[in-house]
């Protein structure tokens, strides 16, 4: 089992930058590719970002691209997503979610991740 649990959602105003952070335990992390995911209530959970294990490759949604950032910290399994020139349609809640890598993937299915944090409510007002 993979523990996550994430941090860092809020209040911000259109423009505004928040930085989300994933705390991961009870596996070893490097073998995990991570992804943040959000969802908006009524809506389909959607992809944000993914990176791989060894943090050397990265993948966005349009929407993000140019925005956000996913970054990981092997050192003490963490993974983030900072996100800056946040826009009102950026409200949702976002997830942080971990599938076991058998090499450099980028798995942008939600239904291919097993594991799950709680979800921290981010709000952009405009």
């Known amino acids: 089992q993979v523990q996550l649990v994430e941090s860092g959602g809020g209040l911000v105003q259109a423009g505004g930058s928040l930085r989300l952070s994933c705390a991961a335990s009870?596996?070893?992390?490097?073998?995990?590719?991570m992804a943040w995911f959000r969802q908006a209530p009524g809506k389909e959970r959607e992809f944000v970002a993914g990176i791989t294990r060894s943090g050397g490759g990265t993948y966005y949604a349009d929407s993000v691209k140019g925005r956000f950032t996913i970054s990981r910290y092997n050192a003490n399994n963490t993974v983030a997503l900072q996100m800056n020139s946040l826009k009102p349609e950026d409200t949702c809640v976002y997830y942080c979610a971990a599938v076991y890598a058998f090499g450099e993937q980028i798995r942008i299915g939600a239904n291919e991740y097993p594991y799950w944090g709680q979800g921290t409510q981010v709000t952009v007002s405009s």
């Open positions: 009870g596996r070893t992390f490097t073998n995990y590719a």
